[in-house]
T-cell receptor, first 114, second 112 residues
Framework: GAGVSQTPSNKVTEKGKYVELRCDPI?????LYWYRQSLGQGPEFLIY????????DSGLPNDRFFAVRPEGSVSTLKIQRTERGDSAVYLC????????????FGPGTRLTVT | GEDVEQSLFLSVREGDSSVINCTYT??????LYWYKQEPGAGLQLLTY?????DMKQDQRLTVLLNKKDKHLSLRIADTQTGDSAIYFC????????????FGQGTTLQVKP
């Protein structure tokens, strides 16, 4: 079946602009995670959704970052007033539920802020 | 806080075994994982081990867990050039969310 998909695959934006990154989880997966991977580093947790609600947003770096999942499926990560330090690969992962131990990742969106 | 550490680089010859090591800090982690990342690609779940196990074998992959020393290793038998990638160790957070804490990755270079 289809895996986790993310769009766009690449996004170049100017400092100060607003961006939206989209994640389509595997069908039927209720748990959705966003991670950020900076160059040469491992992914770092940003936010976790169980269904429609953000159950843990402790990894969001500041209030410029926000994510939604209004219908419990597709999620959008929104970044306001982008800064050059936001440049990274943003990864989305999904799993069957919070108790499921297998997390499947999408290919990521590479964000470059100029 | 939680931390996962890996060596940064490993080079082996094709056909040799590769051993990638990882240490973690959260003794209450329930699952530990190995993910593979090829250039420009996302993370591929390779294998995982439950914390009450010492070893798990899956074809060419063997995972060893030393819970006392909080040490995890991944052995790849008969390493092939297609195994060249970055390998990430991760621990499942002990909170209720299931989020993963990753190491910074080990780059495996396989020479023909």
């Amino acid at each position: 079946g289809a895996g986790v998909s993310q769009t766009p695959s690449n996004k170049v934006t100017e400092k100060g602009k607003y961006v939206e990154l989209r994640c389509d989880p595997i069908s039927g997966h209720t748990a959705l995670y966003w991670y950020r991977q900076s160059l040469g580093q491992g992914p770092e947790f940003l936010i976790y959704f169980q269904g429609t609600g953000a159950a843990d947003d402790s990894g969001l770096p500041n209030d410029r970052f926000f994510a939604v999942r209004p219908e419990g499926s597709v999620s959008t990560l929104k970044i306001q007033r982008t800064e050059r330090g936001d440049s990274a690969v943003y990864l989305c992962a999904s799993s069957l539920g919070r108790e499921s131990y297998e997390q499947y990742f999408g290919p990521g969106t590479r964000l470059t802020v100029t | 806080g939680e931390d996962v550490e890996q060596s940064l680089f490993l080079s082996v010859r094709e056909g040799d075994s590769s051993v990638i090591n990882c240490t973690y800090t959260d003794s209450s982690s329930t699952y530990l994982y190995w993910y593979k990342q090829e250039p420009g690609a996302g993370l591929q779940l390779l294998t995982y081990i439950f914390s009450n196990m010492d070893m798990k074998q899956d074809q060419r992959l063997t995972v060893l867990l030393n819970k006392k020393d909080k040490h995890l290793s991944l052995r790849i038998a008969d390493t092939q050039t297609g195994d060249s990638a970055i390998y990430f160790c991760a621990e499942r957070d002990s909170s209720n969310t299931g989020k993963l804490i990753f190491g910074q990755g080990t780059t495996l270079q396989v020479k023909p």
